[in-house]
């Protein structure tokens, strides 16, 4: 289905598969994930960047306007991630629009589903998580919410995104990273493998 430009739709059900066929297809020795987004489904966007954070197949980032919400941790889950010096990003708590019941329970869920979030950020970056914590719970920047909206040198400078770059350095990137990695499959002798 196609959905009107002002819906927020993240169509995990098509990328989670295609991740899966890349990492198994013995002819892709590499993948380029490029990001713009404003963000979207905690759930899914954590799915798909657990996804290519436990990859064999080489992979690079490249941020590319924004990477905000639930964009960051897609950006940080390659083995290289980049910025373009034109991008931002963004951190803030997670949330959630329609009917919330005002119940302890509720802000406990959301809370975990932080953590989670942080843990992820954290295990697939330098990020220090203190400063990653200072980052989303910053009261101070933004009007009509809490977070940071941070430039491609900060995301560097905090270890966020390991380095500035432009869609030619990404490629060199991941050309390096498959020219380095050992083969992700072996030949086996048709005696051994019984074939």
């Given at each position: ?35 713009n987004t404003m963000g979207g489904d905690v759930e ?42 034109s991008a931002s990003m963004t951190m803030h708590p ?102």
């Open positions: 289905m196609i959905f009107p430009d002002d819906t927020k739709t993240t169509k995990y059900e098509h990328v989670i598969p295609a991740l899966i066929a890349i990492e198994q297809d013995r002819d892709v020795e590499g993948l380029l994930i490029l990001l899914a966007g954590l799915a798909i960047a657990e996804m290519i954070a436990g990859m064999r197949t080489p992979t690079v980032s490249l941020v590319l306007g924004g990477g905000h919400s639930i964009g960051v941790p897609l950006a940080v889950s390659a083995d290289v991630s980049m910025i373009v010096p997670v949330r959630t629009n329609g009917l919330v019941l005002d119940v302890p329970q509720t802000a406990i869920y959301f809370a975990k589903i932080q953590e989670r979030v942080n843990r992820f950020i954290t295990r697939n970056s330098r990020i220090a998580s203190e400063t990653l914590e200072q980052m989303i719970m910053n009261t101070q920047e933004l009007a009509t919410d809490i977070g940071t909206v941070i430039s491609e040198e900060e995301a560097v400078v905090c270890d966020l995104i390991d380095q500035i770059g432009t869609p030619h350095d990404a490629v060199e990137a991941l050309y390096h990273a498959i020219e380095t990695t050992a083969p992700r499959y072996l030949d086996v002798p048709a005696s051994v493998s019984g074939a």
